[in-house]
């Protein structure tokens, strides 16, 4: 069992940065692949950025690309979605989710666990 813990969420005007953090229970996270998911009012939970166990595999979004980087602290047992050039399309709710196994997911029915999401809303 893992339990996921979003914080770093909050309200940022476009342009600005925000650095999320998911604190994962467990001693397994360095064997679980790790996933930033948003779910923006009326609209589907779509995948935003995906990192391997190793950190050696890294997967973004077409439209984060460039503005936002995924890493991951084992030691820690944590993972970051550092956010940077924000837009007002940005504004949803952050999941955070990890998933047993190889690769990178990136589709939400991958992964088997998920946290409580922190909302993130870029003002114009």
């Known amino acids: 069992q893992v339990q996921l813990v979003e914080s770093g969420g909050g309200l940022v005007q476009a342009g600005g940065s925000l650095r999320l953090s998911c604190a994962a229970s467990?001693?397994?996270?360095?064997?679980?692949?790790m996933g930033w998911f948003r779910q923006a009012p009326r609209n589907e939970r779509e995948f935003v950025a995906g990192?391997?166990?190793?950190?050696?595999?890294?997967y973004y979004a077409d439209s984060v690309k460039g503005r936002f980087t995924i890493s991951r602290g084992n030691a820690k047992n944590t993972v970051y979605l550092q956010m940077n050039s924000l837009k007002p399309e940005d504004t949803a709710v952050y999941y955070c989710a990890a998933t047993p196994g190889v690769g990178v997911p990136t589709r939400p029915t991958e992964y088997a666990y998920w946290g409580q999401g922190t909302q993130v809303t870029v003002s114009s």
């Open positions: 990192i391997s166990d190793s950190g050696a595999t890294i």
């Open positions: 467990g001693r397994t996270f360095s064997r679980f692949a």
